[in-house]
């Protein structure tokens, strides 16, 4: 009998997914562009209608045993489904490069005699070895290192949270010329964006570990509650990095914490931990393109190839990056969603003839390419009410659904 995932271990996995240098910077980046009482409804919506998304896309895989990607042939049919694994694989390829990069600045920053491309190099070796050992193998060494990475983040957040701003200049990151006027400030909905966008960046893979839990419903809620919490955690280190005066720098921040060794400890275990999932699920992904590539092999090989992406400079195009990701994958979460939890009875139905079958597959993925160019669109405006993200995810769920009632009231 196959070994099941319990509640701990889904909630240490994914507690670790969002302590990331990635998830401190766009902290960073609301807290250095934002007035002082603006950013924190925004902000906690963004996660708990992120984190909510996440469960839900969580327990599809969950409940019917299968991996992320492979979740979605059941609405995009089997061609469709291998164009958002092809996607997703190159998708995390490029995630891996820039937390990658990401990792290697903030350590090139605490001045170690390391070049940025040898760290970069060690940083994919790391991840790749944990990739090659494996989840389950290394399921205690994994405990053992969030209990510390959680104990050293607990201390540099009281230390940060304990000094005074030291410019004089800034209150929340944001500075007196900012506040006049000169500097133009992040809108509600540009806030709620750059704190959506992280959860949504997970959607396509966290069924990669939640097919194989115990307890679907509680193991899949501890996962989303578990990334929530933490990603929030990261998010307002962030904004009180972004307001202490130190340029906005992850390492200054740790240094001027006086956090030598084990600011050097944060930084590479949040990096690797991260980094493990992302490779792990691009090998998941590959499977679901061709099934008899080794996920293993694939999550080592994506592993490797980030090195000489970090090193090409991905990391300059992080939040274009993180924009991307979700125009392509909240509208197909939403198709997803529709198709699972309301459009059982029209799943059904379209299966029993190919052309059915077919004209069920084709709007789905038309659902889904509304979205992703209604969210192209409304990135492109500034501060559009919803915000890109939830304007696409209504317009794609709204035209699966439709086809659900139609569908419906063809049967009755």
């Given amino acids: 009998m196959e070994k099941r995932t319990g509640l701990f271990s889904n909630g240490i996995i994914w507690f670790g997914v969002a302590i990331s240098v990635s998830e401190i910077e766009a902290g960073i980046e609301i807290g250095a562009a934002s007035a002082p009482g603006s950013l924190w409804l925004p902000l906690i919506l963004g996660h708990v209608l992120g984190g909510i998304l996440l469960f839900f896309v969580g327990l599809i895989g969950a409940r019917v045993r299968l991996n992320a990607m492979e979740t979605t042939s059941s609405t995009f049919g089997k061609y469709g489904s291998r164009f958002f694994a092809a996607l997703n694989v190159f ?30 190099i060690i940083l994919a070796v790391l991840i790749a070895i ?6 389950k193998r290394s399921a205690n060494v994994t405990t053992v290192v969030m209990a510390a990475l959680a104990i050293l983040l607990a201390i540099l957040s009281v230390k940060l949270f304990g000094l005074d701003n030291t410019s004089g200049t800034t209150v929340a990151g944001v500075t007196a010329g900012a506040a006049a006027g000169s500097v133009a ?13 992280m959860p949504i960046s997970w959607l396509p893979v966290i069924s990669d570990y939640t097919k194989d839990v115990e307890n679907p419903v509680k193991a899949t809620a ?5 990334y929530t919490f933490a990603s929030l955690w990261m998010y307002i280190l962030g904004i009180e990095i972004a307001g202490i005066g130190v340029n906005n720098s992850i390492a200054q921040a740790i240094l001027l914490a006086g956090l030598g060794i084990p600011g050097i400890i944060i930084v590479v275990l949040s990096t690797v931990t991260t980094n493990f999932l992302a490779a792990n699920s691009a090998g998941e992904s ?32 992080y939040i274009s990056f993180l924009y991307l990701i979700a125009s392509v994958f909240a509208p197909m979460a939403a198709v997803l969603l529709v198709s699972f939890y309301f459009g059982k009875a029209s799943t059904v139905n379209a299966g029993e003839n190919r052309a059915e079958s077919l004209a069920f597959w084709l709007w789905n993925l038309f659902a889904w390419l509304a979205g992703f160019a209604v969210y192209q669109v409304a990135e492109r405006l500034d501060s559009v009410p919803l915000g890109p993200t939830l304007l696409a995810v209504i317009v794609s769920a ?12 063809r049967a009755s």
């Fill in 91 to 120: 998708q995390l390829l490029a995630w891996v490069a820039v937390l990658n990069a990401q990792g290697a600045a903030a350590l090139a920053g605490l001045n170690l005699p390391i070049s940025f491309p040898l760290t970069c």
């Fill in 130 to 135: 944990w990739v090659f050992v494996g989840l």
């Fill in 185 to 197: 400030l992040l809108g509600f909905w540009n806030i709620f964006e750059i704190s959506i966008a």
């Fill in 222 to 226: 501890v996962s989303a509650a578990a």
């Fill in 286 to 317: 590959s499977k679901a393109i061709y099934g008899k590539i080794n996920p293993k092999i694939a999550g080592v090989v994506v592993s490797l190839l980030s090195a000489a992406l970090a090193i090409s400079g991905i990391m300059e195009h």
């Fill in 398 to 409: 709204a035209f699966a659904y439709g086809r659900v009632l139609v569908v419906s009231r």
